[in-house]
């Protein structure tokens, strides 16, 4: 391979990377996003080993009563978003179960009227639980996925629109690159057809 060619295969080759990374943290991005799913960077070390500074979580929003102790949960306290562990959910009250009957007795659906919950959290690498009570109402979700390492960075250091218009420049540099070879290697074509 001549030096022209191998620049060639070079140039390809990370054009292709580049391409390849922002399409895949792109569609990772949208992908959450279509899914219901808020990614949260951890910031702290109180969720180690789970979780350490820097890791991407996916949240989804969840319905109170169906997160159980255990599970991991970004709340929002002073405004900032935690994402910590149930050490243990509370019912304030009881659930309130109607049956509706139809004319000859037996049931036909069931309403469940839900009373608030209200949770501790504790972070795994914390030695108590967190000081405060958290309400319902500063639930954000639970966790759902980790996003990989590579494709973390990328999902939150950009927006959507910066993601789109790197991805769009990334393709107009190289077709402004191909047809810029292309115009040189006709005019040298050109060149050599007359010369001949």
């Not at 070390?45 to 996916?58: E, I, R």
């Not at 306290?77 to 935690?82: A, F, Q």
């Given at each position: 391979m001549t030096g022209n060619k191998l620049w060639k295969v070079?140039?390809?080759?990370?054009?292709?990377?580049?391409?390849?990374?922002?399409?895949?943290t792109a569609a990772i991005y949208f992908g959450l996003q279509f899914a219901g799913i808020s990614i949260y960077t951890i910031n702290s070390?109180?969720?180690?080993?789970?979780?350490?500074?820097?890791?991407?979580?996916?949240i989804r929003a969840v319905d109170p009563w169906e997160i159980e102790e255990?599970?991991?949960?970004?709340?929002?306290?002073?405004?900032?978003?935690?994402?910590?562990?149930?050490?243990?959910?509370?019912w304030v009250g009881y659930d309130v179960i109607t049956?509706?009957?139809?004319?000859?007795?037996?049931?036909?659906?069931?309403?469940?009227?839900?009373?608030?919950?209200?949770?501790?959290?504790?972070?795994?690498?914390?030695?108590?639980d967190d000081?405060?009570?958290?309400?319902?109402?500063?639930?954000?979700?639970?966790?759902?996925l980790e996003v990989p390492r590579p494709f973390s960075w990328a999902a939150t250091s950009f927006s959507r629109e910066t993601l789109i218009a790197f991805g769009v420049l990334a393709i107009a540099a190289y077709v402004a690159w191909e047809l810029t070879e292309a115009a040189a290697e006709l005019r040298r074509r050109r060149r050599t057809s007359l010369v001949s």
């Open positions: 070079a140039q390809n080759m990370a054009f292709f990377a580049v391409l390849g990374v922002v399409c895949t070390p109180s969720m180690k080993p789970s979780l350490s500074p820097g890791d991407v979580v996916g255990g599970d991991v949960v970004a709340y929002v306290k002073d405004g900032v978003p935690v994402v910590h562990r149930v050490a243990e959910g509370r049956n509706i009957k139809k004319p000859d007795g037996t049931v036909e659906s069931e309403v469940t009227q839900r009373q608030p919950r209200e949770f501790v959290f504790r972070g795994d690498n914390n030695p108590a000081s405060d009570v958290v309400q319902q109402s500063q639930i954000i979700g639970r966790q759902s």
